[in-house]
């Protein structure tokens, strides 16, 4: 397992995605071809499950190490994550053994049905026999993620530099269905498994974000504006009698959304449809919050389905029947479109309302309202474009809402994860409510990394706890967040929730004085 | 009668009238060890190990009012009988035993336990209380070798010079630079900042041997650094100097450096968890040797380690000091320099 932990500490220590793939194809160069498909397969969410509770493992450290529990989770806290935890605080191994990657993992799908007694046996002769970063990647074996920044993208780009071959393919090779077991890794490669010709997506057309008058724009006629939805910009993709989702982050994210599939399984044509996946409920369109709870889930339960559904708000057409219609105008792909949803009908997808207007001094108006129904603002299409493949300046543009703002005060701070460990990152802020205060959002972006760890220093100096995760500090530290949205909401204590707030700055200039108060925060939705 | 006292200028020794590190201004300041956060600047006398005057005289000018003594050579100040032992943290770092009618007080300033090829080794004192740091106060926390860190780090550097890279090591200047020119001596040049090798300078000029290495300074010629090794203070990442070596590979050297996330956070090529602070064991291994009635813990993992020396029977205190950042250690030599 030499080589899978020299990898990893390769990866997890840079954060430049050229490095992370340099090591990755020295690996896929020299590691027998088990290893790699394990590799593959851990790293895309195809992992064996978890054979032993992390509950037991604390528990046989605890009696090895003979530490209080107290001290077990201080050094948790410390820590971050529990795999790293255990290796760390567990004596020196004594004997040395190594094994490849897939004998390991062999040997712990094995593992699962023994009984706890067995386990111990097992797990305490491997920590014995493995020293610190070894034991760690045997710890993320059984159970929990690696965390070192290597997304699917990554991976695949890796695989594409080794192989030559497109990674649009090797994305949907690796997620397509698969085992270690079952596949060797040039058929994966290759994708043996898949048909990847009907799966093959569009790059997708990008807009650049409004920075000049609109009257700069030119005549109103020419152009077709619609409102910007947040949530997942999505190609779907139906070739005979299939049909793939694909993210804009280039995944194949088809599982995750079993109603879209159902609906357009109904539909006539094949066709390439771009637009938005949202969740949509009673018509409405929901919170990204809420379309959060959807992602990168293993399995999509009745509840979750049925909690919050999910809709598709349709752009764009770029194929119809086997013709590529990226060439022609926006104008004509809108004609063909409206006509496929003629003959196709379904609640589930939505063309997307193309906006009435005469004057360019309507629009800024509209663009303010857009919030009240969660869209985050307009996008400006020029009639005549192509569908450009990626960002390109000129007949795209998006034109947001402006974010509200308001003054807030850190109450409680927390480690992060990941690279964010070591430090304080996570912060709950409140407002005034008279005479105390009322929290009113978590934020965990919007910092420089100077700024984080001169606020961890601070906390540090200032926590009123000494033990444990949180660490509730004095209310002294003032931020600006922005947020996009507003809404009265029951399941926080405050009475209302905020839409993806952020950090803006760091206002060092004020003190709790000079916060908002939760009137002042209410009033916002009124507006 | 009370030997010590703490007060808002620092540990204050009651009949012999004078304090251990202070961080006020103080007529008479006995100093552990040369780092800024226990070596501050204004005191209008000063007394240290032999080893640490020059460093001193260095950092805080080179007119101060200094005494030195050796390790093991007592000195009578108003009756309390002051006296040094190695506390193997840095180049003539000490802990500061008082005696006064019988009364044993040690003050540990910072110490490591285990031997490093340049400090003199940490040696334990029997007294009735022990001021102990806790900066690495956590059981997760368990240094190798200074041997296995010497593979480790020779490693590196042969490494980068096989991929044609050249090996920056990150570390503060009084003590890591000098542990590290050590641990590679022999393997190739060594390039060092100004505020390492004025230091280096003034240490060999007092008469202790430190390992050969040459000064960088802000013009230099790539093809001179190109492969070799460079050691910099940690406040020059990101800095316009070491963005100008040539294919650089920068490690930090660090006790923090022990969990990924530390060195993940940091965004170098490898962080060697080389610490001149004792790992959790050697805390509680010296503890122990002082056979010390009432331990008070300051800086670090105060809060914990004190509840962990109670829990196994031995009285422990928690104690509010300045010590600790040694991140200002690093910044302010190069400050007063200017004064």
């Known amino acids: 397992m030499k080589d899978f932990s020299n990898l990893i500490s390769a990866i997890e220590i840079t954060n430049k995605t050229n490095a ?19 590799l593959i397969a851990l790293f895309t969410g195809k992992r064996p499950s978890r054979p032993v509770k992390s509950n037991l493992m604390k528990e046989w450290c605890m009696e090895l190490t003979k530490l209080p529990e107290w001290l077990f989770l201080e050094s948790y806290s410390a820590v971050g994550d529990l795999g790293e935890t255990l290796a760390l605080l567990l004596p020196n ?122 009257t700069d724009l030119g005549n109103e006629n020419d152009w077709q504006v619609e409102y910007k939805w947040d949530g997942i910009r999505g190609q779907i993709i139906k070739r005979k009698e299939e049909v793939f989702i694909w993210s804009r982050g280039e995944e194949l994210v088809t599982q995750q959304f079993p109603e879209l599939v ?7 044509n094949d066709f390439v449809i771009d637009g938005e996946i949202l ?23 009745k509840k979750l389905l049925e909690e919050v559904p999910v809709g598709f708000y349709v752009y764009d057409i770029l194929e119809l029947n086997d013709e590529d219609f990226r060439a022609q105008s926006m104008e004509n792909r809108r004609v063909k479109l409206e006509q496929l949803f003629k003959e196709n009908t379904t609640d589930i997808l939505k063309l997307s309302e193309m906006i009435d207007f005469k004057n360019w001094n309507e629009l800024d108006a509209l663009r303010n309202d857009a919030r009240s129904f969660n869209s985050e603002g307009l996008m400006l299409k020029r009639k005549t474009s192509i569908y450009h493949v990626g960002r390109k300046k000129g007949d795209w543009w998006k034109w947001k809402v402006d974010p509200l703002t308001i003054d807030v005060v850190m109450i409680y701070a927390q480690k992060g994860s990941g690279r964010r460990s070591s430090k304080y990152t996570d912060y709950t802020f409140a407002v005034k409510n008279q005479d105390h205060f009322v929290t009113v959002a978590k ?68 003190t709790v004085k000079d916060i908002d108060t939760i009137e002042s925060v209410k009033a916002l939705i009124e507006n | 009668m009370k030997l010590i006292k703490f007060t808002k200028k620092g540990i204050y020794c009651i009949p012999g009238k004078f304090y ?56 009578n100040i108003n009756g309390v009988q002051v006296c040094f032992f190695p506390a193997g943290h840095v180049i003539g770092s000490a802990q500061i035993k ?29 007294c009735h209380e022990f001021i102990t740091e806790s900066t690495f106060g956590l059981p997760i926390y368990k240094w190798k070798t200074e041997q296995e860190l010497q593979q480790e780090l020779q490693n590196w550097v042969l490494q980068n010079q096989q991929n044609n890279r050249t090996s920056v090591f990150l570390g503060y200047s009084l003590g890591k630079a000098q542990r590290i020119l050590k641990l590679i001596e ?71 450096m022990h969990i990924r996330g530390n060195r993940r956070w940091k965004g170098v090529d490898a962080g060697f968890a080389v610490s001149d602070h004792a790992d959790w064991e050697g805390l509680l291994q010296a503890v122990k040797a002082t056979e010390a009635e009432k331990v008070y813990v300051t800086h670090g993992s105060q809060a914990v380690f004190s509840k962990y020396l109670n829990e196994i029977g031995i009285e422990a205190h928690e104690l509010k000091t300045e010590f600790g950042d040694e991140e200002i250690a690093d910044k302010e030599p190069q400050k007063s320099a200017t004064l």
């Not at chain 1, 159902?262 to 006539?268: D, L, R, T, V």
């Not at chain 2, 204004?42 to 050796?70: P, T, V, W």
């Not at chain 2, 963005?243 to 660090?254: F, G, H, M, R, V």
């Open chain 1, 443 to 510: 934020a965990y972006s919007g910092l420089t990394d100077k700024e984080i760890t001169e606020i961890s220093k601070w906390v540090n100096k200032n926590a009123i706890e000494k033990f444990g995760p949180v660490r509730t500090v004095k209310p002294v530290l003032v931020f600006e967040i922005a947020f996009e949205g507003i809404a009265y909401s029951k399941r926080h204590k405050s009475g209302v929730a905020l839409r993806f707030p952020r950090i803006k700055r760091w206002r060092k200039d004020k």
């Open chain 1, 20 to 38: 992370k793939i340099e090591a990755l194809v020295h690996y896929f160069n020299t590691a027998p071809d088990k290893d790699k498909l394990w």
């Open chain 2, 20 to 75: 251990l590190d202070p961080w006020y201004p103080v007529k008479y300041a006995v100093i552990s060890h040369g780092h800024a956060d226990h070596a501050r600047w204004g005191n209008q006398h000063y007394l240290c190990q032999n080893d640490s005057k020059a460093i001193l005289k260095h950092r805080l000018g080179k007119d101060i009012s200094i005494e030195s003594l050796g390790y093991n050579q007592p000195k």
């Open chain 2, 186 to 256: 022999h393997v190739d040049d060594v390039f060092v900042h100004s505020a390492i090798h004025n230091l280096n300078t003034a240490i060999s000029n007092s008469g202790i041997d430190i390992p050969k290495s040459t000064l960088i300074t802000s013009d230099f010629k790539k093809e001179n650094v190109q492969r070799k090794i460079v050691i910099l203070p940690p406040a020059l990442l990101g800095s316009k100097l070491i963005k100008k070596i040539p294919n650089a590979a920068t490690a930090i050297c660090s006790g923090w």
């Open chain 2, 98 to 126: 008082l005696e006064y009618k019988g009364f044993v007080v040690v003050f540990s300033g910072d110490y490591k336990t285990q031997p490093d090829f340049i400090s003199t080794p940490f040696e334990p004192v029997k």
């Open chain 1, 279 to 301: 969740a949509v409920k009673d018509s409405a369109v929901l919170l990204f919050n809420d379309l959060q709870k959807r992602l990168n889930r293993k399995n999509v339960t």
């Open chain 1, 93 to 214: 191994p004594k004997n040395t053994i190594e094994k490849p990657l897939h004998i390991w993992v062999d040997e712990l799908i094995n593992l699962k049905q023994k009984t706890d007694e067995e386990k111990k046996v097992y797990v305490l002769q491997a920590w014995n026999g493995l020293e610190a970063q070894e034991r760690l990647i045997f710890n993320k074996l059984i159970g929990g993620s690696f965390r070192i920044g290597v997304s699917k993208k990554t991976l695949v780009n890796a695989l594409a530099k080794l192989s030559g071959i497109d990674p649009n393919q090797l994305m949907h090779s690796i997620i397509g269905n698969w085992t270690p077991n079952s596949i060797t890794f040039d058929d994966l490669l290759n994708g043996e498994h898949i048909n990847y010709d009907k799966s093959k997506p569009y790059p997708f057309c990008l807009a650049y974000a409004l920075e000049k008058d609109l």
């Open chain 1, 262 to 268: 159902a609906a357009i399984s109904k539909f006539h």
